[in-house]
């Protein structure tokens, strides 16, 4: 702790400057706990983004970690591991799917479920089918692929050409996806909430509409629950509160609670169309990352669990609605279970990241969608008194960055 060799400073010196970080180093957790090397505590209402659902340093997630990580962490995928094959067996036995595939992040989940998409159009339906629709803010990760398909050109240009055949069209908007969805269609992939867009929920509507679509069209419905999965909106995956079931289910983030794995989840018809050595990945699968991931879905399914994930979820939106009547600074606050979204006024249209940097120095962690949103992804099990305690802190720092707009000149 404190290590006078590297600091916050350090950073702007070695790393490649991709990430603007805080100006603190957090150095250690407990909980919904962080402290950084300074000592000082923050109560942390983003989770890693959405990563940390059980807390950090989660005992029984420890514990696992120091049984598996004293046996064997990789062997690769010459070789099959128990902890991988029970995952899937819990996934399976959890959702609509009945085959896995286990990746290392997000984007590479969403990656092999596009790659199959396309396979299974071409095995199926020849060359022509090669249209993947995404819509417009969507986030599916930074691989090159992940990132054309995503909605936000700005990640993708200046990169040279981008991938053919993706087509964007706005969100929860039906009358586009009725015209553009047709016979060239091989995939439609959505978000059931948008999350790095700015926490955005799907109309149920939409998703029905969409299902529909896929149907009429031979098309394959691909649900990236990367964000809203493992347990996020109170429900193990957010489609299981919809009427609507996809073909193709990627799954990150929380699954491992901080070790890297990601998942693509889908039926035994569509999977067969993946033979040996079409796809592939060294560490995806390890046993280690595996038995986390096995602990964490067990933990998580317990649907007491998730009917706390709604409890603390409305908790939270009660406290954005008290915050609201004394500030009159959010123009929505939307959003499901742990993941929600304060939209900011006009008159705070912006400034996100100014109530976030003032949040930290009350001593509250938490994350922005985009420049006018405040998001809010904390641990599903994070304790009440927390969560109270945190919203006293951010109270704080939005009265004082109100009060300093109210002092500060008009521009
Ligand atoms: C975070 C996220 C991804 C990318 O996951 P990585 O692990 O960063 O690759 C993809 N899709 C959604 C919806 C996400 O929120």
């Not at 049984?67 to 591991?81: A, D, F, M």
């Not at 969409?210 to 493992?230: M, S, W």
Request: negative net charge.
């Amino acid at each position: 702790m404190n290590d006078p060799t590297v600091t916050r400073q350090t950073f702007d010196e070695v790393m490649v400057p991709l990430f603007s970080p805080a100006a603190f180093v957090p150095d250690r957790g407990a909980g919904s706990r962080i402290w950084d090397t300074q000592g000082r505590e923050y109560i942390d209402f983003a989770g890693g983004i959405a990563v940390t659902a059980l807390g950090h340093a989660h005992p029984e997630l420890l514990k696992v970690l120091h049984e598996q990580g004293s046996k064997l962490w990789h062997i690769g995928n010459g070789y099959t591991n128990e902890p991988v094959l029970r995952l899937a067996k819990r996934l399976e036995d959890l959702t609509f799917a009945d085959r896995a595939f286990f990746a290392n992040s997000g984007a590479e989940a969403n990656e092999a479920a596009l790659k199959l998409a396309r396979r299974v159009a071409f095995e199926r339906h020849g060359a022509d089918k090669v249209e993947i629709v995404s819509f417009a803010q969507s986030f599916h990760g930074r691989t090159f692929f992940t990132v054309s398909v995503g909605g936000q050109p700005k990640y993708s240009e200046g990169f040279g050409p981008v991938p053919a055949g993706i087509v964007h069209l706005p969100y929860n908007d039906l009358d586009a996806a009725r015209k553009t969805i047709g016979t060239k269609t091989c995939a439609v992939i959505v978000e059931p909430i948008q999350g790095e867009g700015g926490v955005i929920p799907a109309d149920p509507a939409f998703l029905r509409g969409l299902r529909e679509l896929c149907d009429q069209h031979g098309a394959l419905l691909i649900f990236d629950e990367v964000q809203t999965g493992v347990g996020r909106t109170g429900y193990f995956y957010a489609y299981q509160d919809t009427d609507v079931t996809p073909d193709i289910l990627t799954t990150a983030k929380a699954l491992g609670n901080g070790f890297p794995i990601g998942a693509m989840l889908t039926t035994n018809e569509l999977a067969a169309h993946f033979k040996v050595g079409v796809h592939g990945t060294t560490y995806g699968g390890n046993p280690l990352g595996a038995a986390i991931a096995e602990k964490v879905v067990e933990l998580i399914s317990d649907p007491d669990l998730l009917e706390g994930v709604r409890l603390r979820g409305d908790a939270i939106k009660a406290k954005l609605a008290q915050l609201n009547k004394r500030f009159g600074i959010f123009s929505e606050v939307r959003g499901k279970g742990l993941l929600i979204g304060a939209e900011l006024t006009d008159a705070y249209k912006g400034r996100a990241k100014d109530f976030l940097t003032a949040c930290a120095t009350h001593g509250a962690m938490l994350l922005i969608a985009g420049p006018d949103v405040l998001r809010f992804a904390p641990s599903l099990v994070m304790p009440l008194d927390d969560l109270n305690e945190g919203f006293e802190r951010i109270g704080k720092a939005i009265e004082e960055v109100v009060g300093a707009t109210a002092e500060a000149p008009s521009r």
